[in-house]
């Protein structure tokens, strides 16, 4: 029994390693996201976020890199979509200008956007799938 249950997680541990190598930026989905995503972030995002994601002084915080966004995806993802206020931390510095929402970005847009973001300048979080976003948006406090 001890055995059965240490191969169950022998096998477990494989369908773990099996999906994160999956995600990796060689598969043609992911790239796809990415430069879709890159597109649409330079579009939606770059005015303010700068195009290498560094921010604007205390105006704009940056996300390149972001201890904020790499610890909230499911707020970053309710902020591209509803916008944001108040205060918030970023790399121990804070910032508090209101952002302002697209509501007009779609699930997939939000995914692509955040496949992109979350796998540049340091940030290595795999494909976001368009699930997560549904969940996430589902979830948004306000
Ligand atoms: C008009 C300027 C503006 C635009 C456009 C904008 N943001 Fe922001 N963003 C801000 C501001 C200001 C904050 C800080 C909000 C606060 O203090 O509550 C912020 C916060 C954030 C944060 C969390 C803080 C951090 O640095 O990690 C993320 C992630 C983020 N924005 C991503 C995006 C993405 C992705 C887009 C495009 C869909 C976008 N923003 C569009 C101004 C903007």
Known sequence: MRHLQLSAFGLWLLAIGFSANSCSSREPKFQQYFVEGEQLYLKSCGNCHQKDG??????YPPLSPSD??????????????KGRKGEMMVNGKMFNQPMPGVPSLTE?????????????????????????????LQKCAY
């Open 68 to 81: 904020f966004m790499e610890d909230n995806m499911e707020d970053a993802i309710c902020m591209m979509k």
């Open 108 to 136: 997939l847009e939000i995914a692509e956007i955040a496949t992109y973001i979350y796998n540049s300048w340091g940030h290595e979080k795999g494909m976001v799938e368009v699930s997560q976003v549904r969940t996430a």
């Open 54 to 59: 560094k921010g604007l002084a205390l105006v």
